[in-house]
């Protein structure tokens, strides 16, 4: 049923034995660290093997040398203690649970709860596990599913098939926080539309787009989930169609594309798990924004810096994204989806989509 089978008893043992290593440390005379890879947009580098972005050699250390590392070891240590014993018991909590409980730890609590969702990260990185392993789940639940997909999954009344047209409402089927306990059991789909609004994600299924066109429909909710783009990962490698991502155009979602495509920098340890290289952008383009002349906002200065920064992140070093990102610099305007609806509700579906779609050899 699940692909990555692993025993609760060796997700405690890869976790203990992370603060073994430190006790070990302490009884050779040797001042207590750890070592991460360093967590920066200058430590990504493409693996040509999974064709996605992962970190580099460069290593940072947190070591007990300073108040502030010897503090951010103790919060490690309580942080496997707490996440033994939920493994011990059975139970799972939420990140943000995870940042109250620790209100009860004195010396070792968390100031904020970024503090402790990037120590989550940091045990994913040194124990070669996800969160899911250790049974913390995030606060956002995961997007929806609709189209020609059957899943089956385990409900609480045992295994249940799911076809995500014809046993679902307008609203769809939910990806579960952990994609890895469903099973993907057949499809007749040509290929998978990513949606980063709710608003055009409603437009398409309300025009049937999914069974005209035999898409498999997904809504992103945004910036996706990890459980999200751990489906998409997952649809692309089992039913090997194509995925294209439809966002917004501005730099905000072409990042949320290449999170998809490549991965991002602060789950960079993730990538090869959760990244599907193959998928490919049919968002709107800055020249989108001329040729259809579309209802548009002027770029912030906030934009501008993003787009900037683009130029220089490896994941969009290609000559596409060079002179699209350019031209938007130069016309200094950005544009959303429902811009389309300048030509009609129906223009998206029956006009823009399908021409994109055409060109780019997917239908």
């Given amino acids: ?33 750890l070592i991460l890879p360093t967590r920066s947009k200058n430590n990504i580098e493409y693996n040509e093997d999974s064709c996605v972005w992962v970190y580099g050699n460069s290593e940072s250390t947190r070591s007990a040398k300073s108040v502030r590392g010897a503090y951010r070891l103790l919060k490690t240590v309580y942080t496997i203690d707490f996440l033994n014993y939920q493994l011990k018991g059975g139970k799972s909590s939420t990140l943000r649970e995870l940042y109250y409980i620790s209100e009860g730890w004195d010396l070792a609590k968390f100031g904020a709860q970024e503090e402790s969702n990037k120590l989550i990260e940091d045990l994913e990185i040194m124990s070669d596990l996800q969160r899911e392993n250790f049974h913390i789940r995030p606060e956002e639940d995961g997007a929806s599913v609709i189209g020609p997909i059957k899943i089956r999954e385990e409900t609480r009344r045992g295994l249940k098939e799911i076809h995500c047209q014809d046993d679902v409402g307008e609203g769809g089927y939910q990806i579960p926080t952990d994609v890895d306990r469903i099973d993907l059991l057949e499809h007749d789909a040509d290929f998978l539309i990513a949606i980063e609004t709710g608003g055009m994600r409603d437009r398409l299924v309300e025009n049937g787009f999914d069974e005209k066109y035999r898409a498999i429909i997904v809504h992103l909710k945004g910036q996706p989930a990890r459980s999200t783009r751990r489906f998409l990962k997952r649809v692309d ?34 990538s090869e798990y959760i990244a599907t290289p193959n998928a490919r952008f049919i968002g709107i383009q800055p020249s989108d924004i001329v040729n259809y002349d579309l209802p548009s906002d002027k770029l912030s200065d906030q934009d501008i810096g993003a787009l900037k920064s683009e130029l220089s992140d490896p994941r ?18 950005k544009s959303e989806q429902q811009a389309l609806a300048k030509y009609g509700l129906d223009f998206v579906t029956d006009e823009y989509l399908p021409t994109r779609l055409s060109e780019m050899g997917v239908i």
């Fill in 316 to 333: 969009f070093n290609t000559d596409y994204w060079r002179e699209e990102i350019n031209l938007q610099l130069d016309i200094k305007k």
């Fill in 237 to 270: 490698k089992e039913f090997k169609i194509p995925v294209v991502v439809f966002t917004d155009g501005d730099p905000w979602s072409y990042r949320i594309y290449a999170s998809v495509a490549y991965g991002s920098i602060k789950s960079a340890h993730l």
């Fill in 1 to 33: 049923m699940r692909q990555r089978m692993i025993k609760e008893g060796g997700v405690a043992k890869n976790l203990l034995s992370i603060v073994e290593g430190l006790y070990d440390q302490v009884s050779s005379g040797e001042i207590p660290n």
